[in-house]
């Protein structure tokens, strides 16, 4: 079993900057893929980035390229959401994901595991 416990949120203005990270525990990694999702108000729950475990690599919805990045600390079994030039668009329920094989996914049934969510607000 795997279990994600995600760093709190927070309220942030426009245009600003907040890392949410996501700790693991409870299995080794190294073949697994983890994402980040958020859901909106009123919305589905959306892709916004993931990163195989092993070799780094990431991926990212249009919504946030440029803006986010995605990373991972293999040694404290962290993955990090680093979100810079943040919009009121982007406020959400954050969560973070595991998938206990290799390969991006943007689909949130692909996924195994998930953290209890996190709240970002962005101020206008």
């Known amino acids: 079993q795997v279990q994600l416990v995600e760093s709190t949120g927070g309220l942030v203005q426009a245009g600003g900057s907040l890392r949410l990270s996501c700790a693991a525990s409870?299995?080794?990694?190294?073949?697994?893929?983890m994402g980040w999702f958020r859901q909106a108000p009123g919305k589905e729950r959306e892709f916004v980035a993931a990163?195989?475990?092993?070799?780094?690599?990431?991926y990212y919805a249009d919504s946030v390229k440029g803006r986010f990045t995605i990373s991972r600390d293999k040694a404290k079994n962290t993955a990090y959401l680093q979100m810079n030039s943040l919009k009121p668009e982007d406020t959400a329920i954050y969560y973070c994901?595991?998938?206990?094989?290799?390969?991006?996914?943007?689909?949130?049934?692909?996924?195994?595991?998930w953290g209890q969510g996190t709240q970002v607000t962005v101020s206008s």
């Open positions: 990163i195989s475990w092993s070799a780094g690599s990431t």
């Open positions: 409870g299995r080794t990694f190294s073949s697994y893929t």
């Open positions: 994901a595991a998938r206990r094989i290799i390969g991006i996914s943007r689909t949130e049934y692909d996924y195994d595991y």
